[in-house]
């Protein structure tokens, strides 16, 4: 991969990663409720998913998905119907004090599912490759240049996301300025849900 093709590659991925989205929304989220290093849990499952993508990814599985519609409508739902179930589950206990006893296991698992059921990362990762690999270079080859770049760029996108979260947990906020912050944060993992469920319609002609 040349400087410039790096350039761009990098340039793309860094607005792929800090849009906002289900996973920033979930990092602030545990940033706000286990602290910054704890939290760190659910950026390590983020890696994990982008690992696995960008693998996938290189081995032609992603683009598979995207051409197959009824794979890629199942998908949407079922991501769709986490995201809904997130968001309900987080407004119910808005209300309720933060108290941080999840296991790590559960902090990485629900991240990396996040990740992995949102079709953005399909869509993302699919661009990737389409635009910026070259098919004269063996894949292999540019693998040593993209894997390391996107997860730099996702750690820090994320672990930024993170912080965010764990600076508002960090301040003197009331009870009512908890609860509407973490219901604010509820409210977007329903709205995505939604926005994804009916983007997953087909179409009418």
Request: glycine share 8%; proline share 4%.
């Amino acid at each position: 991969m040349s400087l410039d093709g790096w350039l761009i590659f990098a340039g793309f991925w860094v607005v792929f990663v800090t849009s906002p989205g289900p996973n920033a929304a979930n990092c602030i989220q545990n940033g706000m409720t286990y602290g910054f290093a704890r939290a760190l849990w659910g950026v390590a499952g983020i890696l994990t998913q982008a690992l696995l993508f960008l693998t996938l990814s290189a081995l032609g599985v992603t683009a598979l998905i995207a051409t197959s519609p009824t794979a890629f409508t199942v998908a949407k739902f079922a991501g769709a119907t986490l995201l809904i179930w997130f968001g309900l589950r987080a407004w119910m206990r808005a209300h309720q004090p933060i108290a941080p006893i999840a296991a790590s296991s559960h902090i990485y698992s629900r991240a990396f599912a996040i990740a992995t059921l949102n079709p953005k990362s399909v869509a993302g990762y699919l661009a990737a490759f389409s635009q910026f690999v070259q098919t004269d270079v063996p894949i292999a080859q540019q693998m040593w240049v993209i894997v390391p770049t996107a997860l730099t760029i996702t750690a820090a996108s994320y672990a930024s996301y993170t912080a965010l979260g764990a600076w508002l947990g960090r301040r003197a906020l009331s009870a009512v300025a908890n609860t509407t912050i973490r219901r604010v944060l509820a409210g977007c993992f329903i709205l995505y849900g939604l926005a994804l469920g009916a983007a997953s319609f087909p179409e009418r002609t």
